[in-house]
């Protein structure tokens, strides 16, 4: 039986630690901070809800919030190749931030994870 990335990092806190370290980097953006609300909390929240759920901890998101329906959620930004850059830049700060909790599997994992998820919500 495969061990789920969830379980491999130790559950919550680590999703918690990237989503924050994440944050820092959409907070030092001018073109990602305005896509956000002005209080980060519920946005950070969210973020590691879903990606506990997405790599095999409890579904606490969709009992919150329901399927991800990820494209719909994001449809009502203007999502440009540029904005797609800027997130994977600070996700990818974040993970580098972390990356000494990953192995090398896992972080490439995470980051091609990340890399498509991103540019999937291009919309414009």
């Known amino acids: ?3 789920s ?6 559950g919550p806190a680590f999703f918690e630690r990237l989503v ?4 820092e980097g959409v907070a030092n953006d001018e073109s990602l901070r305005a896509m956000y609300p002005d209080d980060l909390s519920e946005s950070k ?3 590691t809800l879903f990606l506990v759920q997405y ?6 998101y969709q009992q919150e919030r329901g ?5 719909l959620r994001h449809a009502r930004f203007a999502i440009t190749k540029q904005a ?12 580098e931030g972390v990356r000494g909790e990953l192995n090398d599997a896992q972080f490439e994992e995470l980051r091609a994870y990340f ?10």
């Not at 990335?5 to 130790?10: C, E, F, K, N, T």
């Not at 890399?115 to 414009?124: G, I, K, L, Y």
Request: charged letters at 20%; hydrophobic letters at 45%; a positive charge.
């Open 1 to 3: 039986m495969t061990t």
């Open 5 to 10: 990335i969830y379980d491999q990092l130790g």
């Open 20 to 23: 924050d370290r994440f944050y």
């Open 45 to 47: 929240r969210h973020l």
């Open 55 to 60: 790599w095999g901890g409890p579904s606490w």
């Open 67 to 71: 399927h991800p329906r990820l494209r």
């Open 84 to 95: 797609r850059d800027a997130w994977m830049l600070a996700m990818g700060a974040a993970l």
């Open 115 to 124: 890399d498509m998820a991103a540019t999937q919500m291009r919309n414009v």
